[in-house]
């Protein structure tokens, strides 16, 4: 089954300057360096939640997970990072349940 990530995003697509698209970009490079993403994904804790969420929509939790953890983290302004981790746990997810919507 395909999954339509586009429908959530944390990055402005309208931006002229495409800005997102280097910073994207120069993170890759970072993660390179450093080898780590600015978070860690508990798939336990993930996969309960997302368990207990009932509706399977596989993109609305992600995209919600994503920006509370976030949230939580005080890294609110990161926007990619919070597509990073939203595109992750869709990827995790989809490899770990069967029937995701």
């Not at 993170?27 to 860690?40: F, L, R």
């Amino acid at each position: 089954m395909k999954i339509d990530k586009t429908r959530f995003s944390f990055i402005d697509e309208q931006n002229p300057l495409f800005i997102h698209k280097i910073l994207k970009g120069l993170n890759n490079v970072m993660e390179i360096i450093v080898e780590a993403k600015t978070y860690e994904l508990d798939w336990d804790h993930i996969l309960a939640e997302y368990d207990s969420y009932g509706t399977g929509d596989v993109c609305d939790f992600s995209f919600n997970y994503s920006l509370g953890w976030h949230l939580l983290n005080y890294k609110a302004s990161d926007g990619i990072s919070k597509q990073e981790m939203y595109n992750d746990i869709i990827d995790g997810i989809i490899l770990r349940r069967e029937n995701v919507k």
